[in-house]
């Protein structure tokens, strides 16, 4: 499969629109989910990273999607007006 091919996939291409947003919003609320759902779950590492990744993946893709269409997007339109 042709490098071009995988990189012009729609989903890549879609997160890559709002990559930013991702990047802005992923930390804190990593952190959120870590201090507020699995720390007190008590588990050990490896079931606790599962969970991590099992509860923050699709919040952060959310709220970054959800940031973006708030600010990111708006701003970009001004710029380029």
Sequence with gaps: MPLKTILEWKPLVLIGGFSYSLYLVHAPLIEIVWKYAVVPQ????????G???????????????????LFE?????????
């Design 42 to 49: 008590r588990l050990a590492e490896v079931p606790s990273f």
């Design 51 to 69: 969970l991590l990744c099992l509860w923050s993946l699709p919040l952060i893709f959310c709220v970054s999607y959800a940031f973006y269409l």
């Design 73 to 81: 997007r708006n701003y970009s339109a001004m710029i380029l007006a």
